[in-house]
């Protein structure tokens, strides 16, 4: 649910006022929001709570220095959650981190549904991997957020056919890369 126009306007005074209780409303209005267009893009739970963390630290330092959102708090807040999450892969990428291989025994006694729907996951996770940064920024706030085609078109500053051509690539290589794990 969106804020009304006059309590955007009351936070984004609050905020610049550093007023602590538009800060908490700010905070508890688009926590969830950030968070789960994060670990979206990341499927990491811990990770995701940090870097959405980070977003507002980075929300409350603007703000200090007077270069917070102007008109919008939400769509300020999820660029700097696409920075945030584009230099935090880019710092994985250099330092790829160790994984756990696939040939370990699971111990969980949990049914082999559980089993197929991990596979799954971690099939489509890899796949969401090799798109490029924008197919992975569509897919998040389309799927991720739940947003319509015109506020993605809004929130990536492209036209609307723009975001349904990047939106069918994104999904047709996404199915593509499905695909190439599942046959291999």
């Known amino acids: ?3 009304s126009a006059s309590d955007e306007r009351g936070a984004l005074t609050g905020l610049r006022d550093l007023d602590p209780q538009a800060i908490g409303v700010v905070y508890d209005r ?14 990491d ?5 940090d870097l959405t963390g ?20 939400k769509g300020w807040l999820l660029s700097t959650a ?6 935090h892969l880019r710092r994985r990428y250099r330092r790829p981190l160790e994984s756990i291989p696939d040939s370990l025994p699971d111990h969980d ?3 082999l549904s559980n089993l197929e729907m ?8 890899e796949a969401y991997t090799q798109l490029t940064p924008e197919q992975q920024h569509v897919l998040a706030l389309r799927f991720g957020q739940g947003f319509s085609v015109e506020e993605t078109a809004r929130q990536m500053k ?5 975001v349904k051509a990047l939106q069918f690539r994104a999904l047709a290589a996404l199915q593509r890369q499905i695909g190439k794990v599942w046959n291999e």
């Open 118 to 125: 991990r596979e799954q996951n971690r099939s489509v996770q």
């Open 54 to 73: 980070d977003v507002f630290v980075r929300l409350l330092e603007a703000v200090q220095k007077k270069r917070g959102p102007e008109t919008n708090v």
């Open 45 to 49: 739970q811990a990770a995701a709570e």
């Open 1 to 3: 649910m969106a804020m």
């Open 30 to 43: 688009y926590f969830r929001d950030i968070y789960r267009y994060v670990f979206y893009r990341i499927g």
């Open 158 to 162: 492209k036209n609307i056919n723009a």
């Open 109 to 111: 006694p949990g049914p």
């Open 82 to 87: 696409s920075h945030v999450v584009m230099d």
